[in-house]
Nanobody, 120 residues
Framework: QVQLVESGGGLVQPGGSLTLSCAAS????????MGWYRQAPGKQRELVAD???????NYADSVKGRFTISVDNAKNTVYLQMNSLKPEDTAVYYC??????????????WGQGTQVTVSS
């Protein structure tokens, strides 16, 4: 019913930048929240940043000042601008969205993940 399609991952040198995007499509009544998580090998998935419809944003301490999350509500798309990338940012990045598909029904959805590798 709802799909999240991510793009923008890849290989980048330390200090470089990447922009991830995630577009939600399907049966969408309302998007309540969109965000990005990441999972490095051997580690738990962690929140990177999220954006609520109320306009508030949250960032992991490790990315504050370097990453910026933004949302295009008309396109149901969330972006993650990543600057000053570090090797420890290497992970699979997952898009997450809490979407109301009808007035009375909502669920949390995940994208397929996109690999970000920061290495020289």
């Amino acid at each position: 019913q709802v799909q999240l399609v991510e793009s923008g991952g890849g290989l980048v040198q330390p200090g470089g930048s990447l922009t991830l995007s995630c577009a939600a499509s399907g049966r969408i009544f309302r998007v309540n929240r969109m965000g990005w998580y990441r999972q490095a090998p051997g580690k738990q998935r962690e929140l990177v940043a999220d954006f609520t419809t109320g306009g508030s944003t949250n960032y992991a301490d490790s990315v504050k000042g370097r990453f910026t999350i933004s949302v295009d509500n008309a396109k149901n798309t969330v972006y993650l601008q990543m600057n000053s990338l570090k090797p420890e940012d290497t992970a699979v990045y997952y898009c997450s969205a809490h979407i109301r598909t009808t007035y009375a029904s909502s669920n949390n959805y995940w994208g397929q993940g996109t690999q970000v590798t920061v290495s020289s």
